[in-house]
C-alpha cells in the first residue's frame, strides 16, 4: 500500500493537484495536513478527492486554517477510530482492512505557531497508549513542527524518549521543509517494516515536503489493461532501410499477381521485417481515470517532470533539484491558469476553453462502430431524398445573355436625386404616408 504524507498548506486552488498527485505517484492513500476547509461538505476538500477513492476529514471547529483529512481508496474498508480529546493538536485515526488484514493509520497536525508544551506530550501519549494495545500495523505521520534532526532542541529529545518507551521509531531523514528543519515524521513500531521512504524537495507543492512509503500489506488488484507494442524508437533506421530495399517490395512485381496476392505480399513482408527490427512486447499498464482536460500538454508536461526528478534522484545536485522543482511548479501552476488566462476579459472564448478543458465539448453519445460503408449508405440515401423532392420542382434554366453591369455604370446620388426620389414614394403611398422618408 503507497502512502503520501503532505502538509499542502491550504487546499484553496489546489484541489486539481491533490487529485493529479495521487494519481501521478499512483497513491493508495493520501494523509493531508492544513487543509484549511472548513467543514466536511466543504467544496475544496470534495475537489480534491478523485474517482474512485473516499475521504475522512476533521475540520478545525474554531480559527483559520488547520484541518486534517485522508483520501483513500473506496476498495478499502475503512472506519475511523475515535480518538481522546486533544487541544495541542489535531489528529484523525483510521482502520484500513486491505487484502492482507487490517491496517491503522494515524494523521497527526501540531500548529507550529505555538511551542510544544507539557499538554502536547501528555495528549500524544495517551493516544499512542491506545494505540499500543493494537495488534495490527499502525503508521503515524504528520507535521508535528518538532526539529527532531537537532539533537539539542529540547522538544525533539523528549519525543525521542517518548518513541522509545513505546517501542517506536521515526524513518524521515533530511529536512521537509523550506526553510530547513525535519518537522514532517513517519512513525512506525521497532521491527515494523516501511520501505521506500521518500522525501521530495520542499517547496514544490507548499513549504512542506511531500513524503511517500510503502507500507508492506496487500491493497488489491487494480484494473489492469495489458497490450502488445513495438519499440520503434529504438529500431535501427538503416537496418529497416536495408531490409526494405532488399525485400520483395521494391522489386517490380509480377505481371500475373492480382489484387489479393499483392497485398498478401505487402502485409506479410511488412510484418515479417517488423518483427526483426522492432519485435513486439507486452506492456501491461493500470487504468486510471484521468480528469477531462488532462490532454497531450499534461502528459508533456508530467513526462518532462518525471525525467528531471530521475536526474535529481541519481546525481543530488542543487542544479538538478531546481530544475525539478521549477518543472513542477510550472506544472502545477502556470498550465492550471494557462489555457485560461490566455483569453483574459473575453469571456465567451474563455468559457469555450474551459467546457473543452472539462470534456463537455466530447459527442458522448456518437456510436463507435460507424464505418465508412455506413457513412456512404447515410450520403447516398440522403443525396436520393432531396433528388426525389425536387423532381417535380426543377428550377428553368438561366437565359443566356445575362446583363451585366460594373461598378463604373454606378454615380454617386445627389441631394437632387434625393428628394426626386422622395417625392415619387410618397407620390405613390397615399396622404397618409406623406412623411415618408427614403433611407
Known amino acids: 500500500m503507497k502512502v503520501g504524507w503532505l502538509n499542502i498548506q491550504s487546499l484553496t486552488n489546489k484541489s486539481d493537484v491533490a487529485t493529479e498527485l495521487i494519481a501521478d505517484r499512483s497513491l493508495d492513500v493520501l494523509a ?3 487543509t484549511w476547509h472548513s467543514a466536511s461538505d466543504d467544496a475544496r476538500l470534495r475537489l480534491a478527492v478523485p474517482t474512485g477513492y473516499a475521504v475522512v476529514d476533521a475540520a ?3 480559527g483559520r486554517g488547520g484541518g486534517v483529512a485522508v483520501v483513500f481508496k473506496k476498495k478499502l474498508k475503512c472506519r475511523q477510530i475515535p480518538l481522546p480529546i486533544c487541544e495541542s493538536f ?47 500495523p499502525i503508521v503515524i505521520g504528520g507535521d508535528l513542527n518538532i526539529h527532531v534532526e537537532d539533537p539539542d532542541d529540547v522538544n525533539a529529545r523528549r519525543l525521542h524518549e517518548l518513541l522509545t518507551s513505546c517501542g517506536m521509531q521515526q524513518h524521515v531523514n533530511g529536512p521537509t521543509y523550506r526553510c530547513g528543519g525535519t518537522l514532517d515524521l513517519l512513525i512506525t513500531f521497532n521491527g515494523q517494516p516501511l520501505d521506500q521512504v ?9 513549504n512542506h515536503a511531500l513524503i ?79 480528469a477531462p482536460w488532462f490532454d497531450d500538454r499534461c502528459r508533456q508536461a508530467r513526462r518532462e517532470c518525471r525525467r528531471l526528478e530521475r536526474r535529481y534522484r541519481r546525481t543530488e545536485t542543487p542544479d538538478d533539484r531546481r530544475k525539478w522543482i521549477e518543472a513542477v511548479r510550472r506544472r502545477f501552476q502556470e498550465y492550471r491558469f494557462g489555457r485560461l488566462s490566455q483569453h483574459g476579459r473575453s469571456s465567451a472564448p474563455l468559457w469555450r476553453s ?25 450520403f447516398t440515401s440522403k443525396v436520393d431524398a432531396i433528388r426525389a423532392a425536387t423532381a417535380d420542382k426543377a428550377a428553368p434554366p438561366p437565359e443566356a445573355g445575362a446583363v451585366k453591369c460594373s461598378s463604373s455604370t454606378f454615380r454617386l446620388l445627389t441631394q437632387a436625386d434625393y428628394d426626386v426620389t422622395n417625392q415619387v414614394v410618397c407620390a405613390r403611398s397615399g396622404p397618409d404616408v406623406s412623411t415618408t422618408r427614403v433611407r
Open 198 to 206: 521518500s522525501v521530495d524537495p520542499a517547496g514544490i507543492l507548499s
Open 354 to 378: 474551459l467546457s473543452s478543458m472539462l470534456g463537455r465539448n466530447r459527442d458522448v453519445a456518437a456510436p463507435n462502430d460507424f464505418t465508412a460503408d455506413d457513412f456512404a449508405t447515410f
Open 212 to 290: 511517500t512509503c510503502h507500507v508492506p500489506v496487500t491493497v488489491g488488484q487494480d484494473e489492469v489493461a495489458e497490450r502488445l507494442v513495438r519499440g520503434w524508437r529504438r529500431a535501427d533506421r538503416d537496418v529497416l532501410r536495408r531490409a526494405l530495399l532488399d525485400s520483395p517490395l521494391c522489386q517490380p512485381p509480377p505481371d500475373t499477381a492480382n489484387v489479393d496476392e499483392l497485398f498478401a505480399v505487402y502485409d506479410d513482408v511488412l510484418r515479417d521485417i517488423a518483427d526483426r527490427v522492432a519485435p513486439q512486447h507486452s506492456m501491461r499498464r493500470h487504468t486510471t481515470h484521468l
Open 90 to 136: 489535531e489528529a484523525i485515526c483510521l482502520r484500513l482492512t486491505t487484502a492482507s488484514g487490517p491496517t491503522m493509520l494515524l494523521n497527526i497536525y501540531r500548529p507550529g505557531s505555538v511551542r510544544a508544551d507539557n499538554t502536547f506530550f501528555i495528549e500524544l501519549s495517551s493516544v499512542l497508549e491506545l494505540l499500543v494495545v493494537q495488534s495490527c
Open 32 to 34: 493531508l495536513t492544513e
Open 60 to 62: 478545525r471547529q474554531t
